[in-house]
């Protein structure tokens, strides 16, 4: 069982920036996968972006250029680095462990509880 807990989350205005992390309670090295996801009122839980173990990573062409994932797996944290914000990113975002495959919501094996990102203009 991991625990995952998200954090960063907030209020800012369009061109602004936020920094999410993802906490994990246990070494996430055997889940291949870590994934952001996000979610926001009447819409379905969209994939945002993904990191393997390996250090590959790729990203939604919704947020290419302007969001970055990253892993630090001495800390088993995962980061999502949101610049350039506009109000359609305005979502709950969730962090996502992935034990065989990458990108799905079906892939899934944890998530975590949001972090709340609010986009004004």
């Known amino acids: 069982q991991v625990q995952l807990a998200e954090s960063g989350g907030g209020s800012v205005r369009t061109g602004g920036s936020l920094r999410l992390s993802c906490t994990a309670s246990a070494d996430t090295h055997h889940y291949y996968c870590m994934n952001w996801f996000r979610e926001s009122p009447g819409n379905e839980r969209e994939w945002v972006a993904f990191v393997t173990t390996n250090g590959v990573t790729s990203v939604a062409k919704s947020v290419q250029d302007r969001f970055t994932i990253s892993r630090d797996n001495g800390k088993n944290t995962l980061y999502l680095e949101m610049n350039s914000l506009k109000p359609e990113d305005t979502a709950m975002y969730y962090c996502?462990?992935?034990?065989?495959?990458?990108?799905?919501?079906?892939?899934?094996?944890?998530w975590g509880q949001g972090t709340q990102v609010t986009v004004s203009p």
């Open positions: 996502a462990a992935s034990r065989w495959t990458c990108g799905t919501v079906k892939s899934v094996t944890y």
